[in-house]
């Protein structure tokens, strides 16, 4: 079993700056797909940034391109992080990290289907 934990949301002004962790333990695999979801109040969730620990490969949804970096932990494969920059009140949300085998993860990469582990959420507010 694999458990997420998140940590680092918290609530800023519009322009500032956030790093989420996603950390997780238990039976990883060798290869990760981390992806970052959010859900906005009263909206459905939507995938952020994604990162595949075996090559480095990211992708983003466009609404956060040039803002937002995912990376992995020098250290730690394990270990993943959100970079949150220039930050917009419609980035507001509970985000939550997930984690599957790379294998499964391809096509539509942010569906959340394709995630089998999800952690609690950590909520990011940004007030204009």
């Known amino acids: 079993q694999v458990h997420l934990v998140e940590s680092g949301g918290a609530s800023v002004q519009a322009g500032g700056s956030l790093i989420l962790s996603c950390t997780a333990s238990?039976?990883?695999?060798?290869?990760?797909?981390f992806a970052w979801f959010r859900q906005p109040p009263g909206k459905e969730r939507e995938g952020v940034a994604i990162i595949y620990t075996g090559d480095g490969d990211t992708y983003y949804a466009d609404s956060v391109k040039g803002r937002f970096t995912i990376s992995q932990d020098n250290a730690d494969d394990d270990t993943v992080y959100l970079h949150m920059n220039n930050l917009k009140p419609e980035d507001s949300g509970i985000y939550y990290c997930a984690l599957n085998w790379a294998n499964y993860v391809f096509g539509d990469r942010f569906a959340p289907d394709l995630y089998k582990y999800w952690g609690q959420g950590t909520q990011v507010t940004v007030s204009s």
């Open positions: 238990g039976a990883t695999y060798t290869n990760n797909c």
